[in-house]
């Protein structure tokens, strides 16, 4: 079992930047791809970026350019720096360890973007 806390979530006005981290519990995180999705109201879970051990990395179209996904795998920790909010950011954000047969998620951290 893997479990991953994620924080940083909040209330940031349209414009903004927030930045989420999530923790993993294992050493062996550092070798498998992490995952940042979010998750609106009455719509699907999506992925926003993903990373892989060595560092190689997919975004989203909607979020190229303004969001950056980042690790350090001695801290086992995966990072989402997110500029210049829109409103359609708003959602719960979730960090997932991806590995070959599941996928581990975390709590998920709340990010509400309003004036």
């Known amino acids: 079992q893997v479990q991953l806390v994620e924080s940083g979530g909040g209330l940031v006005q349209p414009g903004g930047s927030l930045g989420l981290s999530c923790v993993g519990s294992?050493?062996?995180?550092?070798?498998?791809?992490m995952a940042w999705y979010r998750q609106a109201p009455g719509k699907q879970r999506e992925l926003v970026a993903r990373i892989r051990s060595y560092g190689g990395t997919d975004y989203a179209d909607s979020v190229k350019g303004r969001f950056t996904i980042s690790r350090d795998n001695a801290k086992r920790t995966v990072y989402l720096q997110m500029n210049s909010l829109k409103s359609e950011d708003a959602a719960v954000y979730y960090c997932a360890l991806l590995l070959p047969t599941t996928t581990y998620w975390g709590q998920g951290t709340q990010v509400t973007v309003s004036p």
């Open positions: 294992r050493s062996d995180v550092s070798i498998y791809p």
